[in-house]
T-cell receptor, first 110, second 115 residues
Framework: AQSVTQPDIHITVSEGASLELRCNYS??????LFWYVQSPGQGLQLLLK??????LVQGIKGFEAEFKRSQSSFNLRKPSVHWSDAAEYFC????????FGAGTTVTVRA | NAGVMQNPRHLVRRRGQEARLRCSPM?????VYWYRQLPEEGLKFMVY????????ESGMPKERFSAEFPKEGPSILRIQQVVRGDSAAYFC?????????????FGAGSRLTVL
């Protein structure tokens, strides 16, 4: 079965600083990978997805992620964080049903 | 084009009562997934349904939980004789087909509190 690990439970960044969230997956073949964001009390919104092709994927809200097969990773990045980026971020891998990591909570300080 | 609609958004039940959570998928979507999010945890898959069929219920607790997606109407997640441990956010997602090629769209969730 596919699985996802998000090593960082909580990250605090300053507004304007860069952000990188780690995600490692376990799967034999090329996986379908996703990043979702959840604001407090809200549902999940898709940030970006990787199916195949270019390993650098652009998403909404200025986010990007890079698929690295050699490291089994799909890390999410944003060059300059805004206060509105404070949320919980979930990496997910697809095996016809999404399997989610435990999530990383991002706090943005002024 | 409305998204995935879940109701109620908040539900309070006493121990032993029944909870019914409803999910209307996006228009044109025939696949529905239910997930549960316990406090401070990620989302755990519960069940995957197509119209009138349960495809995968490997994440459903063996007792008290059931789900359906009838030919007409919303999908229903039913929890009988609720206990405090059932307090969680329950999310529904829909897709037009098998995931991988299709992306799940999530509802805003139903938050169940068991007193």
């Amino acid at each position: 079965a596919q699985s996802v690990t998000q090593p960082d439970i909580h990250i605090t960044v300053s507004e304007g600083a860069s952000l990188e969230l780690r995600c490692n997956y376990s799967y034999g073949a090329t996986p379908y990978l996703f990043w979702y964001v959840q604001s407090p009390g809200q549902g999940l919104q898709l940030l970006l997805k990787y199916f195949s092709g270019d390993t650098l994927v652009q998403g909404i809200k200025g986010f990007e992620a890079e698929f690295k097969r050699s490291q089994s990773s799909f890390n999410l990045r944003k060059p300059s964080v805004h206060w509105s980026d404070a949320a919980e971020y979930f990496c997910a891998v697809d095996d016809y049903k999404l399997s989610f990591g435990a999530g990383t909570t991002v706090t943005v300080r002024a | 084009n409305a998204g995935v609609m879940q109701n109620p958004r908040h539900l309070v039940r006493r121990r032993g009562q029944e909870a019914r959570l409803r999910c209307s998928p996006m228009k044109g979507h025939s696949h529905v997934y239910w997930y549960r999010q316990l406090p401070e945890e990620g989302l755990k898959f519960m069940v995957y349904l197509q119209k009138e069929n349960i495809i995968d219920e490997s994440g459903m607790p063996k007792e008290r939980f059931s789900a359906e997606f009838p030919k007409e109407g919303p999908s229903i997640l039913r929890i009988q004789q609720v206990v405090r441990g059932d307090s969680a956010a329950y999310f529904c997602a829909s897709s037009p087909g098998l995931t991988g090629a299709n992306v799940l769209t999530f509802g805003a969730g139903s938050r169940l509190t068991v007193l």
